[in-house]
C-alpha cells in the first residue's frame, strides 16, 4: 500500500505525452512545445487607427474668404486638401498612393495609402466643395499622428509566447496574429471512461438493489476541467470479459478511468483483468480514507515513443471515487498534458478534527470541506455527510480537507485539495464563516 504522498508522486512522476501539432482552435488550454516566434511584422502594412482622412502633403490655401472660419486665420493661411471620391472603404480596401496635396477617406484597421503624412479623425474635418480642412489647432497634422506603424507591435521573429506556457484563449488569438495556423503542443491526455456496476442506473427512482449514477453525470466535465478530452464513455455490467474487450479497444487512449469493481472480493473485476493483461502496477492501494482501494497502473503500447495506457481504477463509492480522482487523477493528467502542478493550498483547522481511525498505519482522512476568510488566512469548515458512500457532503464543498492521523487541533496548518468543477476555489471567498447547516 502506497503512502499519501507516495501515491501522488508516483502519479506526477509520469512523462508528458509526445508533443504534436494541433490546430489554433484545439490546442488552447494545452502547454506549448516550442516558443512562438512572429512569422511576419505585426501590424505588417501601416493601418489607420481612427475613421476619418488619409492625409498627403498639404496645400496652402489659396482662397482665405472660401475656408471656414476665415476670420480666424488670416494670418495663417490653412492647409487644405483635394478630397478624392475612392476612399472610405473597409478595413481590407487598398487605396492609390497620395499625390501632394491630396486626402483620402479611411476607416479605422484600413491600410493607409502610400504618401500619407497623417490621419485627421472625422470630427475634426470640414469638407467645403471638394475642399478639405482641418478644425484650427488640431494635433492630427502631426506626422505619423493617428497610424499604426509596421511592426508596432511585434517585428518578424519576436518572441510571442515561450515553450512550457499554456496557451490560452487570448494567448491563441495572438499567435494568429502571429501568422500561425497550427502549433507545437502537448496534447489534453484522451481518456475513455469505463462505467462498472449491475445495480447502477442512470434515470428514475432506484429500487432495492440499485443505485443512481453518478459518476457519468460528474466525472466528464471533471475531466474537462482537469486539463483530459473524454473521448468515449461506456456503461458494462460486472462482466470482466467486458470490461477487457473495452480496455483493449483500439485506438488506446492515454487514460482509461474505470469506476468501482478495484477491491479484492470476487465481485471486483479489475485487478483480475489487469493481471491478465500484465499490467505494471504503479500505485496498489492507498492509505487514506475514503478512497484506499484507488489503483493506478500502466499497459505499454507498441509505439515506444508513447509511454502506454495509463488505468485509473476509482473505488464505487462516489465520495471514496471522488477522493481518488483528486489524489491520483489530477495530478496524472497534469503530469501527462506538461503542465505545472498549482501551488499548495493551505489553511487552518477551524476546530479540532480526528484523524483516520486506523491511526497505527499512518493514513489521512480527506474530509470534504468550506473555506473562509479568517485573520490569519483561510479557515477549513468540514462539510457533514462525509462518509464514503455519501455525495451531500461534497456537494457542498470546495475543497478535500487533508488530515493527519494524529487528527487537528484547532489552528493547525492543513493541506487543502481543490475539488474538481469548483474553479473558484482560489479567488477571494465572499463567505466569513462556516457553511450554514440545512
Known amino acids: 500500500m502506497a503512502s499519501f504522498d507516495q501515491a501522488r508522486s508516483t502519479a506526477a ?33 501601416a493601418t489607420s ?25 488670416q494670418s495663417h493661411p490653412a492647409p487644405s486638401w483635394r478630397a478624392r471620391p475612392d476612399g472610405a472603404g473597409g478595413p481590407g480596401t487598398l487605396l492609390a498612393p497620395l499625390a501632394e496635396g491630396e486626402a483620402v477617406g479611411v476607416v479605422t484597421g484600413s491600410p493607409v495609402p502610400a504618401g500619407t503624412v497623417s490621419v485627421l479623425r472625422s470630427e475634426r474635418a470640414q469638407l467645403q466643395d471638394g475642399t478639405l480642412y482641418a478644425a484650427e489647432q488640431t494635433p492630427d497634422l502631426e506626422p505619423g499622428r493617428n497610424i499604426r506603424p509596421v511592426a508596432v507591435e511585434a517585428a518578424a521573429g519576436d518572441l510571442i509566447l ?5 496557451l490560452t484563449a487570448a494567448g491563441a488569438a495572438a499567435a494568429a496574429v502571429a501568422g500561425y495556423d497550427t502549433v507545437q503542443v502537448i496534447p489534453r491526455p484522451r481518456v475513455r471512461l469505463i462505467l ?21 453525470l460528474a466525472l466528464p466535465p471533471m475531466l474537462q476541467e482537469a486539463g483530459a478530452q473524454v473521448e468515449d464513455v461506456h456503461r458494462i455490467q460486472d462482466d470482466p470479459a467486458a470490461l477487457r474487450a473495452l480496455i483493449d479497444q483500439q ?48 499497459i505499454p503500447g507498441a509505439d515506444r515513443t508513447r509511454p502506454g495506457t495509463y488505468i485509473l481504477g476509482l473505488p464505487g463509492n462516489p465520495l471514496a471515487g471522488f477522493a481518488a480522482l483528486t489524489v491520483l487523477g489530477l495530478p496524472l493528467i497534469i503530469a501527462l498534458g506538461g503542465r505545472r502542478p498549482p501551488e499548495p493550498l493551505q489553511a487552518q483547522a477551524a476546530g479540532e478534527v480526528s484523524g483516520a481511525p486506523r491511526r497505527g ?40 480537507a487533508v488530515v493527519p492521523a494524529e487528527g487537528l487541533a484547532a489552528g493547525d496548518p492543513t493541506e487543502c485539495l481543490e475539488v474538481l468543477g469548483r474553479s473558484d476555489v482560489r479567488s477571494p471567498m465572499p463567505h466569513s464563516g462556516p457553511p450554514r447547516r440545512s
Open 49 to 73: 487607427a481612427m475613421d476619418g482622412w488619409a492625409l498627403g502633403t498639404p496645400t496652402p490655401a489659396l482662397h482665405q474668404q472660401n475656408q471656414p472660419h476665415s476670420h480666424d486665420r
Open 13 to 45: 512522476a509520469q512523462p508528458a505525452l509526445p508533443a504534436e501539432p494541433l490546430p489554433l482552435h484545439q490546442a488552447t488550454g494545452c502547454v506549448l512545445a516550442g516558443a512562438l516566434h512572429a512569422q511576419l511584422d505585426v501590424p505588417h502594412a
Open 251 to 298: 485506438p488506446a487512449p492515454d487514460l482509461i478511468i474505470t469506476t468501482g469493481g478495484t477491491a479484492a472480493s470476487r465481485a471486483d473485476t479489475l485487478r483480475p483483468v489487469l493481471a491478465e493483461l500484465d499490467a505494471e502496477i504503479l500505485v496498489s492501494h492507498v492509505d487514506m480514507r475514503p478512497g484506499h482501494p484507488a489503483l493506478l497502473a500502466r
Open 361 to 400: 498505519r499512518g493514513g489521512v482522512r480527506l474530509v470534504p470541506a468550506r473555506l473562509s476568510a479568517g485573520v490569519g488566512g483561510p479557515v477549513v469548515h468540514l462539510s457533514e455527510h462525509t462518509q464514503a458512500h455519501m455525495m451531500r457532503g461534497l456537494a457542498q464543498a470546495e475543497i478535500f
Open 196 to 216: 462498472t456496476g449491475s445495480e447502477v442506473i442512470t434515470s428514475g427512482l432506484p429500487g432495492p438493489g440499485e443505485v443512481r449514477d453518478v459518476f457519468g
Open 162 to 166: 515561450p515553450a512550457g506556457e499554456r
